[in-house]
């Protein structure tokens, strides 16, 4: 079956600590991933896609296959960081249609 | 570019009320998607397209159909709206190709009574 999971539905981090926002994804073919950011009144938007494996914003995720994983991570948080954030798998035969996991709100604590 | 842009905003129906959430994008996109966000549900799928003429189901489709006659439109019907059907609804386009960053609407807050 195809799956996101986002195991964690609210995350609280103080300013400066480490981030890591756990996905893991059930795909039969090759994998490609994403990470979608919702900051408060404001549209869903890409953070950053895997096979680009660029930092955005001082996040970076790794694809790991032997553990179907890509979680997302910051060294250091930002109160800004606050977000929903969602993980998001592309499946299908033309790769277009797109699943999401169930998100994961990010509360940074001053 | 407005991008992608949705209507109405908001909408209050009563069981059993059809209404067509309207969905469009100027970005000359072929793939066109819905969502719909419920708490604790993340983002779910209910119907998306490959191009003009072509519609497939998604997660959720049930109680929701859709067609795309053109490039620039993609509206979401409800024909007997259900209480189960309150929701905040996403419209969203990209470009053919897997990696391709996909853009979305503003949403369409929807209350079935």
């Known amino acids: 079956a195809q799956r996101v999971t986002q195991p964690e539905k609210l995350l609280s981090v103080f300013k400066g600590a480490p981030v890591e926002l756990k996905c893991n994804y059930s795909y039969s073919g090759s994998p490609e991933l994403f990470w979608y950011v919702q900051y408060s009144r404001q549209r869903l938007q890409l953070l950053l896609r895997h096979i680009s494996r660029e930092s955005i914003k001082g996040f970076t995720a790794d694809l790991n296959k032997g553990e179907t994983s890509f979680h997302l991570k910051k060294p250091f948080a930002q109160e800004e960081d606050s977000a929903m954030y969602y993980c998001?798998?592309?499946?299908?035969?033309?790769?277009?249609?797109?699943?999401f996991g169930k998100g994961t709100r990010l509360h940074i604590l001053p | 570019n407005a991008g992608v842009t949705q209507t109405p905003k908001f909408q209050v129906l009563k069981t059993g009320q059809s209404m067509t959430l309207q969905c469009a994008q100027d970005?000359?996109?072929?793939?066109m998607s819905w969502y719909r966000q419920d708490p604790g549900m993340g983002l779910r799928l209910i119907h998306y397209?490959?191009?003009?003429?072509?519609?497939d189901q998604g997660e959720v489709p049930n109680g929701y159909n859709v067609s795309r006659s053109t490039t620039e439109d993609f509206p979401l019907r409800l024909l007997s709206a259900a209480p189960s059907q309150t929701s905040v609804y996403f419209c969203a386009s990209k470009n053919a190709g897997g990696y391709n960053e996909q853009f979305f609407g503003p949403g369409t807050r929807l209350t079935v009574l």
């Open positions: 970005m000359n996109h072929e793939y």
């Open positions: 397209s490959v191009g003009a003429g072509i519609t």
């Open positions: 998001a798998l592309i499946v299908g035969n033309r790769d277009d249609k797109i699943i």
